[in-house]
């Protein structure tokens, strides 16, 4: 079975930054790889994709603070968050999807997620 494992949560200030880990049972090069945060009694919501040709979106909310990026051959994923801000808390979970080049908006198009990594930002 297919193992997503994220890595690097924790507890920062306000402006600190913080830079998380999925290690990916796969090929990332072949999979649309995605970084997705939950709030507590909020929707899962997508903050960044690499596709399989490495094209990059992220959120509205994470542009110019956040990079995503992949080392294809420690089929790693990371995340890099500066400037957190207290409505950056949140549980964020790696996801991917087989796809060639085109990385879905929904959560509920991912077949593939890890456990999660708690982010929480203190003012």
């Known amino acids: 079975q297919v193992q997503l494992v994220e890595s690097g949560g924790g507890s920062v200030q306000a402006g600190g930054s913080l830079r998380l880990s999925c290690a990916a049972d796969?090929?990332?090069?072949?999979?649309?790889m995605a970084w997705f945060r939950q709030a507590p009694g909020k929707e899962r919501e997508r903050v960044a994709t690499i596709n399989s040709v490495g094209t990059i979106t992220y959120s509205e909310s994470g542009k110019g603070r956040l990079t995503i990026s992949q080392d294809n051959a420690k089929n790693t994923l990371y995340l890099q968050i500066n400037s957190l801000r207290p409505e950056d808390t949140a549980m964020y979970y790696c996801?991917?999807?087989?796809?060639?080049?085109?990385?879905?908006?929904?959560?509920?198009?991912?077949?593939?997620w890890g456990q999660g990594t708690q982010v929480t930002v203190s003012s």
């Open positions: 796969l090929y990332t090069s072949s999979y649309c």
């Open positions: 996801a991917a999807v087989s796809s060639a080049n085109y990385c879905p908006e929904s959560w509920r198009l991912y077949n593939l």
